[in-house]
C-alpha cells in the first residue's frame, strides 16, 4: 500500500484488519476479547490508552502483543521515582568534533511507547509525557521535536498499591482517550493459559499484520465515519450531565465529548458501517468517560463509583431516534 493513500478501504478488509489483530492478542491473551478491541478502537483512533489493574492479569503483555501486530517501532520504559524526563524525551549533548549540541531522542521518540507502572514516575517526568500525549511533539532545550507518526501511549498502574507511587493528576488522566481494565481470567482461560505457556511464551506466537501505512489510513477513515446531528447532542447532553451530577465534584471536560464521538466512530467503522448508531456511543461511554470524573468525598465514601455515575446517565439521558447515513453499511 502506497502511503498517504486516499481512497477508503473495503469494508471486508476493515473487518479482517480488526479480526486479526483480535486473533493474534488473543495467542497472549485470553478472555478478555472485550478489552483486547477497546485497545484495537485506542489504536484506531491514535488515541492513548491507560492499562489500570492489579499486577499479573496481563496489562503489559497485552501491550506487547498489540504492538507486535503492527509494523511499527515499539519502546518501553519502566517507571521508577528516579527516572528523569530526560530519561523519556531525549537529551541533547555536546558534540566536540562539531562544537555543537546534538539531539539525542530519548524512547518518546517511537510509534508504540509503554510508560510501564507510569504513577510510579515522579510528577515531573509524567509532567513531561503530556505534550508528547497531547501536541505529539516534546520540547528539549528549547528545540520541538515531532514525534514519529503515529504515536500511541499505553500507560498501566496498579490502583490498590499507593506505597511509593503518585497519583496521576487529573490533566493527565483527561488526555488518555480509554482507560481499560482487565480483571482475573475465568478458570477454564487460566487453565488454557498454563497449557499455553508450558513450553513456549504465547508472544512469541503474535505476528505482524498490519503495515503502518494501513494503520494510518484506518485512523483517517474513523473520522470520516458519519455521525447524526442528534448523536451529537446526545454525547453533549451525557458529557453535561456529568458536570451536574450531585456525586460529582468535576465533571467531564469537552475533551471527553471528543473522545466519546472519536470512540464511537470507530466501534462503528469495527463493526462494518459508515455511520454512528446510539449503542456505540453507549458502549465507549464508561471506558472513556469515568476516568475524567472526580467524585465528592461523600460519594467515595458510600462506595460509588465513577463507572457508576456514568452507568447511571446512560440510564437517565433519553436516547435520540436516528436515521442511518444514507447508502446503509456499504
Not at 301 to 310: C, L, N, Q, R
Request: net charge neutral.
Amino acid at each position: 500500500m502506497a502511503q498517504g493513500r486516499s481512497a477508503p478501504l473495503p469494508f471486508d478488509f476493515r473487518r479482517q484488519f480488526v479480526d486479526r489483530i483480535v486473533h493474534h492478542v488473543e495467542k497472549a491473551i485470553i478472555g478478555k476479547r472485550e478489552s483486547i478491541e477497546m485497545a484495537v478502537i485506542a489504536f484506531l483512533c491514535g488515541g492513548h490508552v491507560l492499562l489500570e489493574d492489579v499486577p499479573g492479569v496481563g496489562k503489559t503483555v497485552l501491550v506487547r502483543a498489540l504492538a507486535k501486530t503492527a509494523d511499527a517501532a515499539f519502546k518501553r520504559i519502566q517507571c521508577t521515582p528516579d527516572l528523569l524526563p530526560s530519561d523519556v524525551t531525549g537529551v541533547s549533548v555536546y558534540n566536540r568534533q562539531s562544537g555543537q549540541f546534538e539531539f539525542r531522542p530519548g524512547p518518546v521518540m517511537t510509534n508504540i511507547l509503554l510508560a510501564d507502572e507510569m504513577n510510579r514516575a515522579s510528577p515531573k517526568t509524567q509532567s513531561a509525557l503530556l505534550e508528547a500525549m497531547e501536541e505529539r511533539q516534546v520540547t528539549v532545550d528549547g528545540e520541538t521535536y515531532r514525534l514519529p507518526e503515529p504515536f500511541l501511549l499505553l500507560a498501566t498502574q496498579n490502583p490498590f498499591e499507593h506505597e511509593g507511587t503518585y497519583p496521576l493528576p487529573e490533566a493527565q488522566l483527561d488526555r488518555f482517550l480509554l482507560r481499560i481494565r482487565l480483571g482475573y481470567p475465568e478458570e477454564k482461560h487460566e487453565v488454557e493459559m498454563l497449557e499455553r505457556s508450558q513450553e513456549r511464551n504465547p508472544l512469541d506466537e503474535v505476528k505482524t499484520v498490519v503495515l503502518r501505512e494501513e494503520w494510518l489510513q484506518l485512523q483517517r477513515e474513523v473520522r470520516a465515519v458519519h455521525m447524526d446531528d442528534t448523536l451529537r447532542h446526545y454525547i453533549v447532553r451525557l458529557t453535561s450531565a456529568t458536570r451536574t451530577h450531585p456525586d460529582v465534584a468535576l465533571g467531564a471536560s469537552p475533551r471527553a465529548s471528543l473522545s466519546l464521538m472519536r470512540t464511537a466512530q470507530a466501534r462503528a467503522l469495527c463493526s462494518g458501517r459508515t455511520y454512528v448508531v446510539p449503542d456505540d456511543i453507549k458502549q465507549m461511554a464508561v471506558a472513556t468517560m469515568a476516568h475524567r470524573l472526580v467524585l465528592q468525598p461523600e460519594a467515595r465514601y458510600t462506595g460509588k463509583s465513577a463507572e457508576s455515575v456514568v452507568r447511571q446517565l446512560l440510564a437517565a439521558v433519553p436516547v435520540p431516534a436516528t436515521q442511518a447515513a444514507s447508502g446503509g453499511s456499504r
